[in-house]
């Protein structure tokens, strides 16, 4: 089962942070909560983290597969690398790899 992302949000916000409720932008992000990367924004957008933070949470990381499929066509269509991909996106070559093998019929 899938966690309710919106709520988990907007019940977070209501507590800590009631002010950015208010604003447009976040309200529709806070609809528009499908995948992995919806919520990576999101977070980005309504939290600043410092440098070593976001590094022990790059560790935590997970991602659904609509959002693999996505940054591996995202890659094909613009002939990037996967040492590009890996360093844009914070991802490791070797998952970047595993995703393209896994994925491999539904990316062409």
């Keep these: 089962m899938r966690p309710n992302y919106s709520k988990i949000y ?16 976040i309200k529709e992000l806070l609809k528009k909560l499908n995948t992995t990367e919806d919520v990576l924004n999101l977070n980005e957008r309504l939290f ?14 997970t991602y659904d597969k609509k959002t693999m499929l996505k940054l ?19 991802i490791s070559r070797t998952t970047i790899a595993k995703w393209r093998k896994n994925f491999e019929e539904e990316i062409n």
């Design 10 to 25: 907007q019940d977070m916000l209501q507590l800590e942070y009631p002010d950015k409720l208010k604003e447009p932008k």
């Design 48 to 61: 600043e983290q410092s440098r070593e933070r976001a590094q022990n949470n790059q560790k935590l990381k």
């Design 72 to 90: 591996l066509q995202y890659q094909k269509k613009h002939g990037f690398s996967t040492s590009y991909m890996s360093k844009t996106y914070k």
